[in-house]
């Protein structure tokens, strides 16, 4: 693309809008335009080759031996596994006493993803909160419209942290009971970011907290610094052995390409959680572990690289790019290079974009049509959760049918008994995956349940 100055006539460059123009680019300069992603990124060059890489837990314990903060700890209570991140060094992925924290994307948009979760840790007995006393990251309003700011990131980051502190006093557990469990990983990349902002910032952390103290979101007058912010694509990881101990339907026949989000492993890179068995090491390892694990066969395919093409500020402001990157960089080639029957991600926003934007392709007379899965929703699938009333597959905008049918799964069946189950929610007649009654833990509604 080329940015077409001598016509704008004077119009702002903002990287979108009027003022692109089409390079006209041959195939062939194309091809060769995008090949260094092949030629390099393979390789950990990119993320390793670097003068210095500071872990920063390393000044998150140096802060709290100065008493400036405390550190909420990942603890022998939560059962935590320990993976290595891409440098090598460990990181402690808490499995129990979980908090849930949601995506506003996910629960709005692909309700299936947070219910095939939850579905999975009841099956595994996982003890976990999910309460109502949390506020999105507001990271979409930041990255998409440059309107927030950080002190009000690092604000929200931090209360929502704060609450999955001290949530547990509901139940009349100790503080620190549960450990934050992040859905998102728009919110899980913005609050590794903002966590080492603030490490590295004092007048950021007086800042914020000011504003944390008129919330009552101290501890002892400091800050609550998470040691680990953990996603839930790296507890599916580390627990994937103990899911495919349930495992029910045979999963040898699927083909799978994933689609690692740039919010999970290319933010804060140095936290991703990499695996010599997996992929050589060379890709970072959630998904992919998982898929293995449960039988699937996992296909590279070149453009595993790229961003999936919401981007937050051009799904705004040029969604026709998104629309177009989406299928052209990488459903088109799944389906064409990978002959793929699904793809599976690990973010909300990559999922919606993947999936939801296959209906403007069909319309340009691209129809893929391939499925497009959270991999802990193909998970569920795999255990034997119901299709539609756990995984909901009937909200996404490309069609599971033919994917369901290689599972082995009589979805015309599922069907019928889903919308015979809608019969007895319409009538007042419903299950939930979840007490209803922990999900407020203060506040009008409240009731306190006592341990046993």
């Not at 016509?7 to 194309?30: K, V």
Request: hydrophobic residues 35%; negative net charge; proline residues 3%.
């Amino acid at each position: 693309m080329s940015t077409g100055n001598d016509n704008n006539q004077g119009e702002r460059f903002t990287g979108h809008g009027s003022e692109w123009r089409d390079a006209n680019l041959s195939p062939q300069d194309a091809r060769t335009a995008t090949a260094w992603v092949e030629q390099v990124i393979d390789k950990r060059s990119l993320m390793t080759n670097k003068e210095r890489v500071e872990d920063v837990r390393d000044a998150m314990w140096e802060l709290e031996r100065d008493g400036e903060i405390v550190v909420h700890r990942v603890q022998e209570q939560h059962a935590p596994k320990t993976a290595k991140t891409i440098y090598g060094w460990d990181k402690r992925v808490p499995t129990q006493q979980l908090w849930h924290h949601k995506s506003c994307g996910q629960c709005g948009n692909i309700p299936g993803y947070p219910t095939s979760l939850l579905w999975l840790m009841n099956k595994m007995d996982i003890r976990y909160l999910d309460e109502t006393d949390q506020t999105s990251c507001t990271a979409w309003n930041y990255h998409g419209s440059g309107i927030g700011n950080l002190e009000s990131l690092a604000a929200v980051f931090l209360r929502n942290f704060h609450q999955a502190y001290v949530s547990a006093r509901a139940q009349g557990l100790p503080d620190g009971y549960y450990y934050p469990l992040v859905h998102c990983g728009t919110s899980f990349g913005n609050y590794k970011e903002v966590r080492g902002y603030l490490l590295q910032s004092a007048p950021l952390r007086e800042k914020v907290r000011k504003i944390l103290a008129k919330l009552g979101r101290l501890v002892d007058g400091k800050l609550l610094i998470p040691e680990e912010v953990v996603h839930y694509s790296e507890w599916v990881h580390m627990m994937r052995d103990e899911i495919a101990e349930h495992q029910v339907i045979d999963c040898s026949n699927v083909r799978a390409t994933i689609h690692p989000a740039c919010h999970v492993y290319k933010m804060v890179p140095e936290d991703a959680i990499y695996d010599d068995n997996i992929l050589g090491g060379n890709r970072v390892a959630v998904s992919t572990g998982i898929m293995e694990s449960l039988g699937a066969q996992v296909i590279d395919y070149s453009t595993w690289y790229d961003c999936c093409g919401f981007g937050f500020r051009h799904i705004i402001s040029e969604r026709e790019f998104t629309r177009s990157f989406a299928i052209d960089r990488k459903i088109k080639v799944a389906v064409e290079e990978a002959e793929a029957d699904v793809m599976i991600g690990h973010d909300t926003g990559c999922i919606t974009t993947l999936d939801k934007n296959q209906w403007i392709g069909k319309a340009a007379g691209k129809d893929y049509n391939l499925p497009v899965l959270a991999d802990v929703q193909f998970a569920a699938l795999a255990c034997g959760a119901h299709p539609y009333r756990i995984v909901q597959s009937h909200w996404h905008a490309s069609a599971t049918e033919r994917l369901m049918e290689k599972l082995g799964i009589d979805w015309q069946a599922k069907k019928v008994e889903f919308e015979a189950y809608l019969k007895e929610v319409e009538a007042g007649k419903y299950d939930s995956l979840y007490d209803p009654r922990l999900a407020i833990t203060g506040g009008p509604g409240f009731q306190r349940i006592e341990q046993r």
